[in-house]
C-alpha cells in the first residue's frame, strides 16, 4: 500500500503488540493520531489457496470496554503454513460457527479435514465432513492461540489493555491477521 513514513512505522508497532498510548508517546504524537490511522486501516485477509487438506478451527475470547463485553472469534487455520485462512466475530454458539463456516464456502475455499476440539458447536456445523477431534489435533491453532496474544496487546486476558470500541477491536485483528498472514504491512 501507499502510506506514509509515519503511517506505516504506526502500522508496524501496532502489529509488534505496541499499545496505542505507547505509540503516541515512543513517536510524539497525538493518541488521536495513532486510532485514525488503525481506524483507516483497510487490511483484510485473503486466502492463499482454495484447497487445504486439513484446517484447523477455535475459538478465541476478548473483550471490549469490560470483561463483561465478550468477543467471541471463531476462525480457520492452516497449520503447515501459519495461515489465518477465515474468521468471524459473534457469540460462542453454534450460529457463530456456521457463519465462518459460509464464509469458507463463500470464498470458494475447499478441505479434506477439519480438526477441532471437542465442542460440540463445531462436531455439529462441521458433521458433513470429515473430522479429527481433540487437542492432539488443534495444536496449530492453539500455539497460533498464544502468537495472537502476544502480538496484539487487546487479545491478552488480564490486561488494563483493552479496546473502548468494537471498530477499533475489529481492526486491531483485522491488521494482525494481515501481517501473520504476509509478514508486512
Known amino acids: 500500500g501507499c502510506h506514509s513514513g509515519i503511517t506505516r512505522k504506526i502500522l508496524q508497532l501496532m502489529v509488534r503488540g505496541s499499545g496505542i498510548r505507547d505509540i503516541a508517546e515512543v513517536e510524539r504524537i497525538s493518541i488521536g493520531k495513532?486510532?485514525?490511522?488503525?481506524?483507516?486501516?483497510?487490511?483484510?485477509i485473503q486466502p492463499k489457496q482454495s484447497h487445504y487438506e486439513s484446517l484447523e478451527v477455535d475459538e478465541f475470547w476478548t473483550f471490549v470496554g469490560n470483561k463483561n463485553n465478550k468477543q467471541w472469534?471463531?476462525?480457520?487455520?492452516?497449520?503447515?503454513?501459519?495461515?489465518?485462512?477465515?474468521?468471524?466475530?459473534?457469540?460462542?454458539?453454534l450460529a457463530t460457527v456456521q457463519r465462518l463456516k459460509a464464509k469458507l464456502k463463500q470464498l470458494g475455499i475447499h478441505y479434506?479435514?477439519?480438526?477441532?476440539?471437542?465442542?460440540?458447536?463445531?462436531?455439529?456445523?462441521?458433521?458433513?465432513?470429515?473430522?479429527?477431534i481433540?487437542?492432539?489435533?488443534?495444536?496449530?491453532?492453539?500455539?497460533?492461540?498464544?502468537?495472537?496474544?502476544?502480538?496484539i496487546r487487546r487479545g491478552f486476558r488480564r490486561s488494563c489493555n483493552f479496546s473502548k470500541k468494537i471498530e477499533n477491536h475489529f481492526k486491531a485483528f483485522d491488521l494482525t491477521f494481515f501481517y501473520i498472514n504476509n509478514g508486512f504491512i
Open 34 to 44: 495513532v486510532l485514525r490511522t488503525l481506524t483507516e486501516s483497510t487490511y483484510q
Open 73 to 93: 472469534l471463531i476462525y480457520a487455520y492452516h497449520r503447515e503454513t501459519g495461515e489465518i485462512v477465515a474468521y468471524f466475530w459473534g457469540k460462542r454458539d
Open 112 to 132: 479434506t479435514r477439519i480438526a477441532s476440539d471437542h465442542w460440540d458447536s463445531f462436531i455439529t456445523a462441521f458433521k458433513n465432513c470429515k473430522q479429527s
Open 134 to 151: 481433540g487437542k492432539f489435533f488443534t495444536v496449530g491453532i492453539e500455539g497460533n492461540n498464544c502468537k495472537i496474544r502476544h502480538r
